[in-house]
């Protein structure tokens, strides 16, 4: 009774026997992937907007005749349905986003940030050189001739 078979049941994540990360890891989030997602929102916003604008645009009063009526009916129907369709499929975009953020690899978001950290970082030391470049340049410069009384 001493020894009791160990169960990775309760917590998977206790024993060295659990492979979590090799069974659901989502692939790396590269730039290529988030321009990809990019494009994707971009297209389905402008289907949205199109369809504000068309569905804006059938929505006259004049005098109308039955047979307008119906093809107008009709135009808004396929404009809302296209909408709901762009929704949807922004709605399905953010929860990859998610997902694809969750199941990433944490070592590739510190790399990035890192890299992100280290370029803001150089840049600083770039504008401080050139404003004590400039700063010098300035208090090097005699006073003008000019001397206002």
Do not use: C
Not at 36 to 52: F, P, Q, S
């Amino acid at each position: 009774m001493s020894d009791l078979p160990q169960s990775d049941v309760s917590r998977p994540s206790k024993l060295p026997t659990a492979n979590l990360l090799l069974q659901g890891q989502a692939p790396p989030v590269t730039d290529q992937t988030s321009a990809e997602y990019l494009d994707a929102v971009d297209a389905e916003i402008e289907t949205l907007a199109d369809g504000m604008v068309a569905l804006v645009n059938l929505a006259s009063i004049n005098n109308k005749d039955k047979f307008k009526i119906a093809q107008e009916t009709f135009q808004a129907q396929f404009h809302a349905e296209s909408m709901i369709r762009a929704a949807n499929s922004l709605l399905s975009i953010v929860h990859s986003m998610k997902l694809q953020l969750l199941l990433s690899d944490e070592a590739q978001i510190v790399e990035r940030r890192d890299a992100e950290v280290s370029t803001t970082l150089q840049e600083k030391e770039e504008a401080k050189a050139k404003v004590a470049e400039l700063l010098s340049e300035l208090l090097q410069q005699p006073f003008g001739g000019s001397t206002h009384t």
